[in-house]
Every structure is written in structure tokens, then in C-alpha cells.
């Protein structure tokens, strides 16, 4: 009776936990995303643009959406700090792959990271959101020239689910429908990557 009632205790209690690396080349507008998901979700105001520098180390944002808890790491994105990406591949439930979509001169440079990052077997049929980001500059690549340039790699997604969306971090726009995105990839992804269970 005991065990019963203490399962069904930890059941009502215990808390489904996902983790979404942030991932994208310096510049791209990670920890901006990341500020304006705690601003939407926790009701507070996000460090403003001018204080966020860039990061070395790593951000955390924990948000919750209908009791499931959505952990954001948001990583360092200069060449010398893509080696850290790895250790956080294993654990992760999804991948926010962050573009800045003015920056043409850099787009190789973006395409050939991208391809690295998912051809790492470690997040094999994990889902992935590209961003195209800083879409309040008019001159921002549009998604579906986004999609063009991404295209040739687009076969080495394999299987898994994945999505190019249009955002401003900047000013918030397409940032909900890009989190309700993840929400739904990371539910359907839940036999192949579990969720944590934490009181
Ligand atoms: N116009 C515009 N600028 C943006 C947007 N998002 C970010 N920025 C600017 O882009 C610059 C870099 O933003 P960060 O968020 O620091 O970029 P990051 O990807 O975290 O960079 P690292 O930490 O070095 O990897 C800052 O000047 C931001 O204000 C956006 O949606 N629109
Ligand atoms: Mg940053």
C-alpha cells in the first residue's frame, strides 16, 4: 500500500525534463533567442541586447509548457568553442541550430558547421530546428532561400524530424511558434530519446 501510494505520489509530482542545445556560429543571435524564450515564457524581462556579450562558457534557460520542463543550453559559438559542442550531444533531447540570415559572407561557413553537427552519430534522429534569424533586417535571407543553400546537405538529416523557421530574437517575432515546434518534435522523438524524470 505503501509503494503504491508513494508511486503514485512521485507519478503526480515528478516532472518530464527536455534539453535543447542551442547551437550556431558566433554572432548568430543564440543567447538573444535565449533572453527572449525566458522573456515570453517567465513573464520577466531578458538581459537587454546591449548587456549580452559573447558567450565563452554556457547559458541556461529552464522554461515549463504544460508541466514538462524545457531546459535551453545555449553554447559559445566561436570556431575555438565548437569542440565543446560534443559533450553535450549525448544528453541532449533536440538542436535550435541558430542563422544569421544576413550574414552571406559567412553562409559556407554555416553550411559546412551545419553538416558537422548532424552527421555526428551521437544525435542521430534527434530533431532539428534551423533558425533563420535577424528576419527584421529586410536584406535577411528569406527561408526559402535558406532552404536553397541547404539543400544539398537537407539528405543528411536522414530520417529525423526538421524545420527551417523564420525569427527576430531581436524583437520576438516567430520565437513561439518556434519553441511550439520543438514541443511537438521532442514529444514524438520520446521512444528514441526519453524525457528526465526530476521532482
Ligand atoms: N537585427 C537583429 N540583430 C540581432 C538579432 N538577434 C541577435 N542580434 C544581434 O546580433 C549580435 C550577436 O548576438 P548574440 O545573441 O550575442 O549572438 P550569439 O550567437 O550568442 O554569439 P556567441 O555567443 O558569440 O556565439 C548582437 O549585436 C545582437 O543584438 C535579430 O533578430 N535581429
Ligand atoms: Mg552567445
Not at 543567447?31 to 538581459?47: D, F, H, N
Not at 534557460?61 to 520542463?69: A, L, M, P, Q
Not at 527561408?143 to 546537405?153: A, D, G, L, T, Y
Not at 531581436?170 to 526530476?198: H, M, S, Y
Request: contains cysteine.
Amino acid at each position: 500500500m505503501y509503494t503504491l501510494i508513494t508511486g503514485l505520489y512521485k507519478q503526480w509530482t515528478q516532472k518530464e525534463e527536455f534539453y535543447v542545445i542551442i547551437l550556431g556560429l558566433d554572432n548568430a543571435g543564440k543567447t538573444t533567442l535565449l533572453e527572449r524564450i525566458k522573456s515570453i515564457y517567465l513573464g520577466v524581462a531578458g538581459l537587454p541586447p546591449e548587456k549580452i556579450a559573447p558567450t565563452v562558457g554556457l547559458n541556461i534557460g529552464k522554461v515549463e509548457i504544460n508541466n514538462t520542463r524545457l531546459n535551453f543550453w545555449d553554447l559559445g559559438g566561436q570556431r575555438e568553442l565548437h569542440s565543446i559542442w560534443e559533450k553535450y550531444y549525448s544528453e541532449c533531447h533536440a538542436i535550435v541550430f541558430v542563422v544569421d540570415a544576413t550574414d552571406k559572407e559567412r553562409i559556407e561557413e554555416v553550411k559546412e558547421t551545419f553538416e558537422t553537427v548532424i552527421t555526428n552519430d551521437t544525435v542521430e534522429g534527434v530533431p532539428v530546428l534551423m533558425l533563420a534569424n535577424k528576419q527584421d533586417v529586410p536584406s535577411a535571407l528569406k527561408v526559402h532561400e535558406i532552404k536553397e543553400i541547404f539543400n544539398p546537405i537537407a539528405l543528411r538529416l536522414g530520417a529525423r524530424d526538421s524545420k527551417v523557421l523564420p525569427v527576430s530574437a531581436l524583437k520576438g517575432d516567430g520565437v513561439q511558434e518556434a519553441v511550439d515546434w520543438l514541443f511537438v518534435r521532442l514529444q514524438r522523438n520520446r521512444t528514441n530519446r526519453p524525457p528526465i524524470f526530476r521532482n
